[in-house]
């Protein structure tokens, strides 16, 4: 092929070029002027015309700005008060921060300190009923979290029934306090067992236990009725499970508890001590003779640096390991058998008093995982504080108890004010029904 010819493709190839953009600029135009055609038509054409697909779709709404007038708003009502915003922050901060370490405390694991080679050696002892709900709760909490407890026994029955719960760190420890020198002996067997190195397996490093602290429990359960109804007996027997054979635990206990330096805690029922109603004279006086023992004990070793805790006890849920605790109380009979005068007396303000009473009973308590924490931090922290209210009402009682009128509380109650005349001359049929009312109440 000649450059001539060359060149003559070349121009072609140039013009085919051309031809090609112009068509196809030309053919662009129309399809863009066509489309504008239709859409034109489209939206203009009347609606039963075109069928609903063939029309265009209707532009998108703008954005609504109410957000922006949500934060502006906001932004300007926090720069007219801030003061009272910073009030809001602070509070909302703090609460959050006071929510967020009660729950870290409440979840946390407690758990006894060990020994080198893993072994147990923190004790507690439970002076305290062992058919109590409230000792047995403790004792298996404790033995769970690593403690080896020891519960004071006073009879054999009651050493059977401590080896019946099958734990092995839960022990009885006899203390017969009626007899001194059989007390002596297990005081001086029991000093043995904690100064003597112990070897938990074979091949471990002997180590020594460490009594960690006393826990009294005296029994929780009162007999109620007016005082008249009240034999001595009772005031008798009360006074010496209650009151005196807690001191004489305590008395035994006290050269060890000393010698190791340990916490004594004390749990005694609140909500009637708080109240002090009528019908209740036994409780009121056991325990306020409780209180005043503790305040001397808390006394004379706070001078050797020995923490004494005490615990007010509200109402607890233990379903699981008893009957309802705390404001159930043994009542002293029916009031059948009480004189026909106090009957006429006292009945209606015990019925209703009592109903009052059972009603409040029926409210679930708190857990018992609320005072088990309690304990356990009351053991353990450096610096405990020396009164615990724990369980629900324990709080809220004490209040009520210590600043509201007791004309207040007794109304509260159900408490009604009786006439001598009237009650002097009592209907029977009157008397028929309050006693079915008191029947249904027990």
Known sequence: MT??????????????????????????????????????????????????????????????????????????????NRALTAALVAFVGTGGLLLWRERRKHNRKRRARRASNGARREVIVIAGPPNSAITRSLSHDLERRGFIVYIVCSSMDEEQQVLSESRADVRPLHLDVVD???????????????????????????????????ILVPD?????????????????????????????????????????????????????????????????????????????????????????????????????????????????????????????????NFVNQSRVAHDRLNHTGSSLRELHNAVFDALTQKRPRRVWRVGRGSVTYDIVGNWAPSGLVGWMMGLRRVSLDTASQPKLEDSVQAWERIDAVA
């Open 220 to 348: 929780l359960i009162y007999p109620t009725g007016p005082i008249e109804t009240v034999s001595p007996e009772l005031w008798s027997d009360a006074l010496n499970a209650k009151v005196l054979h807690t001191i004489a635990v305590t008395q035994a206990l006290l050269p060890t508890i000393c010698g190791f330096k340990s916490r004594v805690l004390m749990l005694t029922p609140s909500i009637i001590s708080s109240l002090r109603p009528p019908f209740h004279s036994v409780e009121t006086t056991i325990v306020s003779a409780l209180e005043g023992f503790l305040s001397s004990l808390r006394a004379e070793l706070g001078t050797l640096g020995i923490d004494v805790v005490q615990f007010h006890l509200g109402t607890f849920d233990v379903t699981n390991v008893g009957p309802k605790h705390h404001l159930q109380t043994k009542a002293t009979g029916s009031p059948h058998a009480w004189p026909k005068t106090t009957r006429a007396m006292y009945a209606d």
């Open 180 to 214: 001194t020198l059989g007390t002596q002996e297990a005081i001086e067997r029991f000093n043995n067992l904690l100064t003597r190195p112990h070897v938990a397996f074979s091949g471990a490093s002997p180590h020594n236990l460490n009594l960690g602290g006393v």
């Open 3 to 80: 450059s001539d010819d060359q060149h003559f493709l070349d121009v072609l190839a140039e013009y085919s070029k051309d031809i090609r953009d112009f068509t196809g600029t030309v053919l662009d135009a129309s399809d863009r002027h066509f489309a504008w055609v239709a859409g034109y038509v489209k939206r203009h054409v009347p609606e039963g015309w075109l069928p609903e697909y063939a029309r265009p779709r209707p532009p998108p709404p703008p954005p609504h700005p109410i957000t922006g007038a949500y934060i502006d708003r906001l932004q300007d009502w926090i720069s007219r």
